[in-house]
């Protein structure tokens, strides 16, 4: 018998790499009380979090969770049902009706993830005989979309406009053609020059899809994302985001202006043999987008934290995935996996949970610390994260 386990032996190898000599397991961390957006007990210790995605701070807003409560009580744990059949409740509607007034765009369709969201929209719009332009770095839900959909997949260098023109050029005459981009990518934090991509997809006659999951609710001066910082949101076709980031919860959505965008409903597989969203998630999400509406202050307080930590950890001498702030994510490069866990290691028993990302999620082969702000950081907890990187820095010889 053929051990079907062995293709993930190099990955066992590298995980109890990672987990040697005693070393507490980064991807293994246990949250046992979540103590306020910033603050939680993980294993066994008060630590500021500065890894979970939460940039707006809206998991513990107190109009989000009572909406949330309200409609536990009143519709239950679960639809257990498709949209396509009984699990589309008033809820359902009233999330993608919020979507719709964040975004000001027509049609808003809601996943049960942000996963979800990607594989779906991405598999049914463009399939086989048609062809994906994508950057090197895109997300693995976007890879996974691309592949369940069969269309040619041609990728570019990362945020490399003149390789993306030039692949899209090479396209067949009469071909359909789809430009996938990111506002913000996930691991170093870096933004996309959306605008001239986005000019350049138009002229060669491409729809273009940018995933906002990373932007949605903090960039822009509505916060819709990086193609609204750029002036380009009505050239974009589809906007994915996903409610596991700003939004505080979880989901997926794609919302659109283009006018047969409704018959995906009927056509994309995981929307349609997928179970809805419970009633409470998506009372919780509507609720947090409204106010997100109008977080400006908010917004205006996560990019001086932003700043803040980019600058001093630059100046301590990380090495830093960008060489200014260009989001709520800020990457600190580290020299090899062992020493980056030793790194995150350190930094735990100081009191601070970051991401530790290592291949093949990571691009270049890189591995690094993660480090996502939170509009509910306080300049004090800024300064303390500080100080504690720099003493886990010296311990490891990072710095």
Same mark, same amino acid.
């Given at each position: 018998?053929?051990?079907?386990?062995?293709?993930?032996d190099?990955?066992i190898?590298?995980?109890?790499?990672v987990? &040697?000599?005693? %070393?507490?397991?980064?991807?293994g961390l246990?949250?046992e009380?979540v103590?306020s957006?910033?603050?939680?007990i993980?294993?066994?210790?008060?630590?500021?979090l500065?890894?979970?995605?939460?940039?707006?701070?809206?998991?513990?807003?107190?109009?989000?969770i009572a909406?949330g409560?309200?409609?536990?009580? %009143?519709f239950?744990?679960?639809?257990?049902?498709?949209?396509?059949?009984?699990?589309?409740?008033?809820?359902?509607?009233?999330?993608?009706?919020?979507?719709c007034?964040?975004?000001a765009m027509?049609?808003?369709?809601?996943?049960?993830?942000g996963?979800?969201a990607?594989?779906?929209?991405?598999?049914?719009?463009?399939g086989?005989?048609?062809?994906i332009?994508l950057d090197?770095?895109?997300?693995a839900? $976007?890879?996974d979309?691309?592949k369940m959909?069969?269309a040619?997949v041609?990728?570019?260098?990362?945020?490399?406009?003149?390789?993306?023109e030039?692949?899209?050029?090479?396209?067949?005459e009469?071909? &359909?053609?789809?430009v996938?981009?990111?506002?913000v990518?996930?691991m170093?934090?870096?933004?996309?020059?959306l605008k001239q991509m986005?000019a350049?997809a /138009?002229a060669?006659g491409?729809m273009?899809?940018?995933?906002e999951a990373?932007?949605?609710g903090?960039? &822009?001066?509505?916060?819709?994302?990086v193609a609204?910082?750029?002036?380009?949101?009505?050239?974009?076709?589809?906007? $994915?985001?996903?409610?596991?980031?700003s939004?505080?919860?979880?989901?997926?959505?794609c919302?659109?202006?283009?006018?047969?965008?409704?018959?995906?409903?009927?056509?994309?597989?995981?929307?349609?043999?997928t179970?809805?969203?419970?009633?409470?998630?998506?009372?919780?999400?509507?609720?947090?987008? /409204?106010?997100?509406?109008h977080?400006?202050a908010?917004?205006?307080?996560l990019?001086?934290?932003s700043?803040?930590?980019?600058?001093?950890l630059?100046?301590? *001498?990380?090495r830093? *995935?960008t060489?200014s702030?260009?989001s709520?994510?800020?990457?600190?490069i580290?020299?090899?996996?062992?020493r980056?866990?030793?790194?995150?290691?350190?930094?735990?028993?100081e009191?601070?949970?970051?991401?530790?990302?290592?291949?093949?999620a990571t691009?270049?082969?890189m591995?690094?610390l993660?480090?996502?702000?939170?509009a509910?950081?306080?300049a004090?907890?800024?300064? %303390?994260?500080i *100080?504690?990187?720099?003493?886990?820095?010296?311990?490891t010889?990072? $710095?």
């Amino acid at each position: 018998m053929i051990d079907l386990f062995s293709r993930f032996d190099e990955m066992i190898a590298l995980r109890e790499t990672v987990r &040697g000599a005693g %070393r507490e397991d980064p991807f293994g961390l246990v949250m046992e009380r979540v103590l306020s957006p910033t603050e939680a007990i993980c294993n066994g210790r008060e630590t500021i979090l500065l890894g979970t995605y939460n940039y707006m701070g809206m998991t513990f807003d107190p109009d989000v969770i009572a909406a949330g409560k309200d409609a536990l009580d %009143r519709f239950g744990a679960g639809t257990t049902g498709s949209r396509v059949l009984n699990g589309t409740y008033a809820g359902h509607k009233d999330v993608e009706a919020a979507l719709c007034e964040f975004y000001a765009m027509d049609h808003a369709m809601v996943f049960s993830t942000g996963y979800q969201a990607n594989l779906g929209i991405i598999s049914t719009v463009a399939g086989k005989g048609d062809y994906i332009v994508l950057d090197i770095d895109s997300h693995a839900s $976007i890879w996974d979309g691309c592949k369940m959909g069969d269309a040619e997949v041609v990728p570019f260098r990362h945020n490399d406009i003149e390789a993306m023109e030039k692949r899209l050029k090479r396209i067949p005459e009469g071909a &359909g053609k789809l430009v996938v981009l990111e506002g913000v990518y996930s691991m170093l934090g870096d933004i996309a020059p959306l605008k001239q991509m986005i000019a350049v997809a /138009r002229a060669q006659g491409a729809m273009v899809l940018v995933d906002e999951a990373h932007s949605m609710g903090f960039i &822009g001066p509505n916060g819709r994302g990086v193609a609204e910082d750029q002036g380009c949101l009505e050239d974009v076709d589809f906007v $994915i985001g996903t409610f596991s980031k700003s939004v505080g919860t979880v989901g997926g959505f794609c919302v659109s202006n283009h006018p047969k965008f409704e018959i995906l409903r009927m056509a994309c597989r995981p929307y349609v043999f997928t179970a809805s969203l419970p009633p409470s998630v998506v009372a919780t999400a509507a609720t947090s987008i /409204r106010k997100l509406m109008h977080a400006g202050a908010k917004r205006a307080h996560l990019w001086e934290n932003s700043r803040a930590l980019h600058g001093e950890l630059k100046a301590l *001498g990380f090495r830093l *995935g960008t060489q200014s702030p260009q989001s709520a994510i800020i990457a600190v490069i580290m020299p090899d996996l062992e020493r980056g866990a030793a790194m995150w290691e350190a930094l735990l028993r100081e009191g601070l949970y970051v991401n530790l990302a290592r291949p093949p999620a990571t691009p270049a082969g890189m591995t690094l610390l993660r480090c996502s702000l939170c509009a509910e950081h306080t300049a004090g907890q800024v300064q %303390r994260i500080i *100080g504690m990187f720099e003493r886990a820095g010296k311990a490891t010889g990072i $710095i």
